[in-house]
């Protein structure tokens, strides 16, 4: 395969500009071809490349963590969308958040930098390249148009689960005589200070609000569609269908928490993350939902510290599409019956904002080796980015499902470690294994 180093990519969200970067920065041009502002998905708003939808948290940063693994093994990699994340965070514990707009706008400008190599066109395709060398990236809202142009080539229905989004409050319409500001575990913390604004719940209002959600009006599937939902992102709605307790061990878990008002853990507490950089916008952690508008404000109002809400951004729910990838794509993910075409991001069947920036930058790293006539080995499964490529590339799953990173998916260690020690270790091994197999593949490490 070579075309004078060029390339397509097809979609501008966070794989596709991740694989972008990673074609450009080895010598490659690049045209990334996306839809919008011509055509927006149900859930996207803004023009801007590598919109985030769901959430402004890219999860834990902690190596220790398996998707804290995962983004220093793409610091390593020259990610240009952890470059991105760690120029535009805010402040969220453990957690890594980010300033929605600045991070976006971060990405765009430095891709638009490269200047001819680069050229970006805001057009929607229907079809699929017959020869030119391209990254498929158009994400889990891939239109109906190009979803059915993939099922045509493939043979193969594409697969889907529903996914939803946590509203955005106003900072100032929170009570604040109502709030206090803390951070689970962090006794520490002076009064006031913290990265989660926490409303407490009693008893009493916690069940009153479950009921209200469980009786609510929701927006309904359509006729020849069933429900299947991410487990590691349920709508707050069907968590309280599974129990009246079931919301105390996710979105409303109480635990770490105290009370300045009442020096004792509220029974239920629903946290509040910083959206912006300004602190003007606050998102309510873990509330995607499926609700109608006018039940989100008036149950969410139920909350204490929320009676007074205003509402930047209601929660919704969208459809996410996603590969059989196993015996579809290979190891470097070209499509098996059409090698000149990879794929990238969450329609490979990986869940997760950095997950999907992953299988971006490797894409980007399989093509511009393929460019030169080399193929690239994957790296090792003891690394948290091969132990996803071996996930969505492994032939014989009854039943494929998208996977967050997690350390269930990387080689068991070879050594009996304590449960509190065995993080560290999966970290040490993991970015070992890499820089011998960067050295091996003569992968130069890159600015982000």
Not at 155 to 173: M, N, Q, T
Not at 293 to 318: C, K, N, T, V
Not at 406 to 423: D, V
């Amino acid at each position: 395969m070579n075309h004078n180093g060029q390339a397509m990519v097809i979609g501008g969200g966070l794989a596709g500009c991740e694989a972008a970067w990673q074609l450009l920065c080895r010598g490659c041009r690049v045209t990334l071809w996306e839809m919008k502002p011509e055509r927006y998905s149900p859930a996207h708003s803004s023009p801007g490349l590598a919109e985030l939808v769901c959430s402004n948290s890219l999860r834990s940063g902690d190596p220790a963590s398996a998707a804290g693994l995962l983004k220093e093994e793409m610091r390593r990699l020259g990610s240009l969308l952890m470059a991105a994340a760690d120029r535009t965070s805010l402040p969220a514990g453990k957690s890594l958040a980010v300033d929605r707009q600045l991070f976006s706008s971060h990405i765009q400008e430095h891709l638009l930098a490269w200047g001819e190599r680069f050229q970006l066109v805001r057009r929607e395709i229907a079809e699929l390249p017959t020869a030119a060398p391209t990254i498929v990236a158009t994400g889990p809202l891939t239109s109906d148009a190009l979803t059915a142009a993939i099922q045509r080539l493939t043979g193969r229905e594409c697969l889907y689960f529903y996914d939803a989004v946590a509203p955005i409050v106003a900072a100032d319409s929170v009570d604040p005589t109502r709030s206090f500001w803390a951070s689970r575990y962090d006794p520490s913390s002076e009064e006031g200070a913290g990265d989660y604004l926490n409303c407490p719940l009693s008893e009493e209002t916690y069940h009153a609000f479950r009921e209200e959600i469980l009786a609510a009006e929701k927006f309904p599937l359509r006729s020849f569609e069933s429900p299947r939902y991410f487990e590691g992102c349920l709508p707050v709605e069907i968590l309280a269908q599974r129990g009246p307790r079931t919301l105390l061990f996710g979105p409303m878990k109480p635990v770490g928490l105290t009370d300045p008002r009442t020096g004792r853990q509220p029974w239920a507490v629903v946290q509040l993350r910083r959206e912006n950089a300004s602190g003007t916008l606050l998102n309510m952690v873990g509330f995607q939902t499926k609700l109608t508008r006018p039940e989100q404000e008036r149950i969410f109002r139920m909350i204490p510290g929320l009676s007074q809400a205003e509402f930047a951004r209601y929660g919704s729910i969208h459809r996410n599409t996603f590969l059989r990838s196993p015996g579809l794509i290979n190891n470097r993910l070209q499509l098996i019956s059409y090698p000149h075409l990879l794929f990238a991001g969450q329609l490979t069947g990986v869940e997760g904002y950095i997950e999907s920036a992953a299988m971006g930058l490797y894409a980007g790293l399989s093509l511009a080796r393929m460019l030169t006539g080399v193929e690239l080995s994957p790296p090792p499964d003891t690394t948290a980015l091969g132990s996803l490529i071996r996930h969505i590339t492994t032939a014989g799953k009854k039943e494929f499902q998208p996977m967050n990173i997690n350390h269930g998916l990387l080689r068991p260690l070879s050594l009996r470690i304590k449960k509190s020690e065995r993080g560290r270790e999966y970290a040490r091994r993991s970015l070992d294994d890499l820089s011998a197999w960067m050295t091996q593949q003569g992968i130069e490490v890159l600015p982000g």
